[in-house]
């Protein structure tokens, strides 16, 4: 298991750069003054314009601006913005409120899709069965930002069961709990719908049935056998889904005022400050990675068919 890491995180730097450097192009190449509004109405004088240039290396070539950019980001800085402003400490403040978020929306997608999809796996059509189809249909076709809407007016200005508005930073755990479950319906849907076919499909494998005949007890055949083999399709889900969950988390930021780095990266793009979209996206590369090496691991976890050299 050790070499295999290795070797794992090894092969994380050459897609770590490549998908940095994509990035990076992008955001620092795309048409358009860099400088407008900067200076108000009218335009910057030249001489802010020059320095700006050189100081943010502006006039390199791009990739001569990417090499420099990720010598400071290996020292832990991620840069200025146009106003002197440390990025690294913006993303310090909103951080910690999207992986709040973004943990509770696993949670609850993972405790809910789960457990619906082991109920109506294990039991077969009927009217369960077919109820949980239907709501999870209802949360497919229906979008993240009407959900979100809805529960504020009916939870919050209706019922005043909740805060509308989330606008303690680091937020408050039971605050996040409507936001979470609006963050992370969507997933949940498919959670559900992906244990349900992966336990249907195993309940008639040769493994299964030849621990029924042996006399095994029924909950060992099904949490042992069973559900450790139908969860690797659901754990390779959840794991790729907690970089979307924060990487999709501006609408939800947004109705629920929640201060984090979709907040972060919508303001920046709207600034037109390149640096803090550079920022923020490079870090959300680094949690993908990370989480598809710890699913990865997992695996062996689960299956014990599977072993790593």
Known sequence: ?????????????????????????????????????????????????????????LGDPVVVQYGKYMMNLLQGDFGITFSGISVGDRIATAYPNTIRLAL???????????????????????????????????????????????????????????????????????QLIVPGFVLGSLSMAYVTRLTRTSIAENRRSDYVRTAVAKGLPQSRVVGVHLLRNS?????????????????????????????????????????KEGVIVTGVVTLLVMVYLLSNLVVDMLYAVLDPRIRYD
């Open 104 to 174: 509770v929306a696993l949670a609850i997608e993972a405790v809910i899709g789960i457990s619906a999809g082991i109920l109506t796996g294990l039991r077969g059509r009927g009217f369960l069965d077919n109820l949980v189809l239907v709501t999870t249909l209802f949360l497919i076709s229906l979008p993240v930002f009407v959900t979100g809407f809805v529960l504020q007016i009916v939870l919050g200005f209706e019922l005043g069961w909740i805060k509308t508005t989330v606008s303690e930073s680091p937020a408050p755990w039971a």
């Open 231 to 271: 969860a690797i399709p659901v754990i390779t889900f959840l794991g790729t889904d907690l970089g979307s969950l924060m990487g999709g988390a501006i609408i939800t930021e947004g109705i629920f005022n929640i201060k984090g780095i979709g907040n972060l990266v919508y303001r920046g793009i709207l600034s």
């Open 1 to 57: 298991m050790g070499r295999y890491v290795l070797r794992r995180l090894l092969q994380l730097i050459p897609v770590f750069l490549g998908t940095t450097f994509l990035i990076y192009w992008l955001v620092w190449s795309l048409p358009g003054d860099p400088f407008a509004g900067k200076c108000g109405d009218r335009p910057c004088p030249e001489a802010f314009v020059a320095a700006m240039t050189a100081k943010f290396n």
